[in-house]
């Protein structure tokens, strides 16, 4: 009967342990949380990596995971790559304003990519841009859903604003984020390096 108890005991406390590190692979920046897995659109994927961004060395702006069903650090893998990746993006500040949002999207998909590429998906950069229609604040979402086949949807502060179809805006997409002319801590951060 002792001894049932020690083991009882010990499991407890093992659950208890568990339950304070979280699930293998959980990782936590700048005070978000962020599960080593996620099950997106019937798939089992993995957080690939994290990151997050500042203005001005201290505005906390947001903090970014990019779960993939294959996780690679190869960029152009990530890019091409014909997989369910889906981008989880927690706002930290209240001076992320719609405007600055849509504009610092437009701004960096023609940074991030080749200009005939961006010359010949402009009407659909543009919508895009027009989803981000409203003004973040610490603790809403932006989520990006690629589904091979049918194409990249925004979610965004939970309501789900479209579809842009193919492939091809989708690999733009990750692009800027992940590619040769990304955002250096950025491109890391996500490919786990």
Known sequence: MKRRGVVLAMAVVVFLFIGVLGHAGDVEILGVKFPGEKVVNGKKLTLNGVSYLKKMGFVKVYAVGLY?????????????????????THYLTSKATAKKISEGFIELMEAGNPKELVEANRADIDKYASWLDKDMKPGLISE?????????????QGEVKGTIPG?????????????DKANEKIRKGLLGL
């Open 68 to 88: 993939l069903e294959q996780p690679t650090k190869d960029a152009n893998e990530l890019i091409e790559s014909r997989q369910v990746k889906y981008m989880l």
């Open 144 to 156: 990006s859903v690629y589904v091979p086949g049918k194409g990249l949807t925004l979610i965004y």
């Open 167 to 179: 492939d091809t805006f989708a690999q733009m997409y990750y692009r800027y984020n992940v590619g």
